[in-house]
């Protein structure tokens, strides 16, 4: 595997890891609606997720990521539609999504150490 493609694999690992940080054990959406800071803080690092994954299928298309298409597509979302941004829409996605991408992160990462 490419060392780019390691870096934004880890640069993924390291942005659903901090979204879990900052919603700490206690997840709580209305928690999560009330607080502009901590949607803010999520949605900068589901943007950078997105971008990571769009690296990825650029540079390896072969490379096995569930739903990249559609991560990539909730990043330019966030971005590019801020004003229509549905947090039930992003909770869902934090809640069912990330720890499948999480895991398919790590068994990448896992079986191609140098």
């Known amino acids: 595997m490419q060392l780019d493609i390691q870096k934004y694999l880890y640069d993924i690992q390291r942005s659903?890891?901090?979204?879990?940080?900052?919603?700490g054990e206690n997840r709580n959406f209305k928690e999560y609606k009330a607080?502009?800071?901590?949607?803010?803080?999520?949605?900068?690092?589901?943007?950078i997720i997105g971008e990571a994954v769009n690296?990825?299928?650029?540079?390896?298309?072969?490379?096995?990521?569930d739903n990249a298409r559609k991560i990539v597509d909730l990043r330019n979302w966030v971005i590019h539609s801020?004003?229509?941004?549905?947090?039930?829409?992003?909770?869902?996605?934090?809640?069912k999504q990330l720890p499948i991408l999480l895991a398919q992160v790590k068994e990448l990462l896992k079986n191609n150490k140098p």
Do not use: F, H, Q, T
């Open 55 to 65: 690296r990825i299928i650029k540079s390896d298309p072969g490379i096995k990521l």
């Open 16 to 23: 659903i890891d901090s979204i879990n940080e900052y919603l």
């Open 35 to 47: 607080n502009r800071l901590l949607r803010r803080g999520i949605e900068r690092e589901l943007e």
């Open 82 to 95: 801020y004003d229509n941004v549905d947090d039930v829409i992003i909770w869902g996605i934090i809640s």
